[in-house]
Each structure stands twice: as C-alpha cells, then as structure tokens.
C-alpha cells in the first residue's frame, strides 16, 4: 500500500521547512502520507504539476516564485484564491478539476489572533509592501473589520492599484494607500510584507509610526530577530512577531483542505522554532 503523496514545488527550494511540517502534521494525526520538495525549472512550473498529479499526487504547496503560476493554472479557483491572485495550494476536486487555494491570509491571521492573542477588529494597520505577499493576504485581514487598513509602498501606484481592487469588500474598513515615508501617527498594528527584512533592509518608515502599544508583525522568518522586528524592538515597540507561525499555520490550512484533519499548531511552531 502506497502513501498518499504531496509536494512543495518552488525554486529555489532545498530551504523549504515544508517537509518538516507536514511530517510532523501527519505523525500527529496519524494520516499516512508522503511530502516532499520539487524544485520546478523556472520554464516549465506546469509541466512539473502536470507530472506531479499523474503520478497519482495529491496536492501541492507552491512557493516563490510560481504562485501566480499556480493562479493561471487551475481549472478553478476559491474566493480567497481569486481574491489574492496567486495560489499556494493545489489540488484536484472530486471531479478531477485542478483547484487552486491560498492559505496564506488564514495562516496570518491565525497566527496573529490566535497564538499571540493580538484583535484587529477596530484596529488602526499599516500594511508595508503591495506585491503578491501582501495581496495575498488583504482579504482575510479586512474580514476582520479593522477600523482603518494603509498600504504603504514604494511605488505608490501598486498601492493604490491594491486599495482599488480591495475596496469591494472593505465593508466599513477605511481604506488608504502612501508612499513609505508619508505615515506619521502610531498604529495599533504594523505588518511587514516587504521582503527587505531578508537582505537586510528596512523600508523607509517614519519610527513615528511605532507607539508604546503598537503591535509588530515581520511576515519574514528567521531564527535570529529580524532586521525590521530589531529596528521596531530599537524605536521602543515591545510586541514584536515573526512570520514564523504564518508559515505552521498556512501549512495547517493547507493540511485540512486535503486530509480534512486540523492538527495542532503550537508544538510544531516550537519545534521549528528550537531549530
């Protein structure tokens, strides 16, 4: 009898901690299956999940830089899919039509709510960055009703282009788009979604933006404090989160879509979290 078979695809992938969690996933509640990491060649990402499923695959993960790919590729596509434009799970329904999904949104907000206890209802957020990252996970932020969402970017046109495409569903949420440098007045939450944090960077925030109460949310991972976590840490902000639990909790989504089991988070983010 062979185990069920799921995959990440992605390139560059030998990094993927995907592997990892999906075993531990499993061991958990004791689905037997098999999750390994395809490195697509960056010219033929459809042919790799075209052989992936005719191998009898089951699903997939996709990671950078396919995810919009994924999008193009499926015969069908969740709300929350259509409304990111990008796809992070991938499988075929019942009738064998390519599904694609993104747990991305979920997987934040989990983290947020659920494991460091943080409410965005009625809350003040400054999103940084307006790529695919961030679209991905507007919709199910603004589904919990903050009171006001800006989305700063360094091009500001990608930001407005976001406010647009969003305000549909924004509900009573204000809605605004900057530049980085324009906020100035503190936020109850900021979130990272530029991916300046792994090179180093930072974007070129005001550290006015930063309260004696404001939350801080790096969607960047890494074992050490990361370079935008450390600067808010340095202008006084004492809430600061990774994208650590994003990544367990985006993996969990993706787990229940294909075996219907929801495992349990915390012991694998401390896991992963411990090395």
Request: charged residues 20%; aromatic residues 8%.
């Amino acid at each position: 009898m062979h185990n069920d078979l799921y995959a990440v695809v992605g390139n560059p992938i030998s990094h993927s901690k995907s592997p990892r969690i999906h075993s531990l996933f499993a061991r958990q509640t004791g689905e037997q299956l098999e999750y390994t990491a395809i490195q697509a060649p960056e010219d033929d990402f459809e042919g790799t999940v075209k052989g992936f499923f005719e191998r009898g695959g089951k699903g997939l993960n996709i990671t950078v830089p396919f995810k919009e790919q994924a999008w193009q590729l499926a015969d069908l596509r969740t709300q929350r899919a259509e409304r990111a434009g990008a796809a992070n799970t991938l499988y075929k329904d019942s009738k064998g039509s390519l599904t694609a999904d993104n747990t991305d949104g979920k997987g934040l907000v989990t983290d947020l709510m659920v494991n460091h206890g943080v409410r965005l209802a009625g809350k003040r957020l400054l999103v940084l960055g307006a790529g695919g990252a961030v679209r991905g996970v507007l919709g199910p932020i603004l589904a919990e009703e903050p009171a006001a969402l800006t989305i700063a970017n360094r091009t500001l046109v990608k930001a407005e282009g976001l406010v647009s495409f969003f305000e549909s569903v924004a509900g009573d949420t204000h809605l605004e788009a900057c530049g980085f440098e324009q906020p100035a007045d503190a936020f109850d939450v900021i979130i990272n979604g530029t991916s300046a944090s792994l090179q180093g960077d930072l974007p070129p925030v005001s550290a006015t933006v930063i309260g004696a109460d404001t939350v801080i949310y790096d969607m960047m991972y890494s074992l050490q404090t990361t370079t935008f976590n450390q600067w808010a840490l340095d202008q006084g902000a004492t809430r600061v989160f990774d994208g650590l639990g994003m990544l367990v909790e985006q993996a969990a989504e993706s787990f229940r879509i294909w075996r219907g089991k929801t495992p349990d988070t915390r012991p694998v983010i401390e896991k992963l979290r411990n090395g």
